[in-house]
């Protein structure tokens, strides 16, 4: 296993901004990986994924426009940046990564990192 660890949570107000980063160990090189949340009773969702390459991305249509993710294949290190943050963002961000190809599932989870905004 290659753990996943993300760092930048924290509690903002409504209208501000987080970044949030994703680190493998031992810089491993993760073909895709992607941000997961889960708000207090609600399922776990996708937020935003991004593809090696040509670094295509996509994102929910909740976080569209707020949200960018971003990629540095040297660092092995996913970035996603917030703003304008809402209080329904309030939720445990999880990094995920996925090692095989389409169809594959996401193989690779760190542990969370705790998003807070207040009104």
């Known amino acids: 296993q290659v753990p996943l660890v993300e760092s930048g949570g924290g509690s903002v107000q409504a209208g501000g901004s987080l970044r949030l980063s994703c680190a493998a160990s031992r810089r491993t090189f993760i073909p895709t990986v992607a941000w997961f949340r889960q708000g207090p009773g609600q399922e776990r969702e996708f937020v935003a994924g991004?593809?090696?390459?040509?670094?295509?991305?996509d994102y929910a249509d909740s976080v569209k426009g707020r949200f960018t993710i971003s990629r540095d294949n040297a660092k092995a290190t996913v970035l996603l940046q917030m703003n304008n943050l809402k209080t329904e963002d309030t939720a445990v961000y999880y990094c995920?990564?996925?090692?095989?190809?389409?169809?594959?599932?996401?193989?690779?989870w760190g542990q969370g990192t705790q998003v807070t905004v207040s009104s």
């Open positions: 991004i593809r090696a390459g040509a670094g295509t991305a």
């Open positions: 995920a990564g996925k090692r095989g190809g389409a169809g594959s599932s996401f193989d690779l």
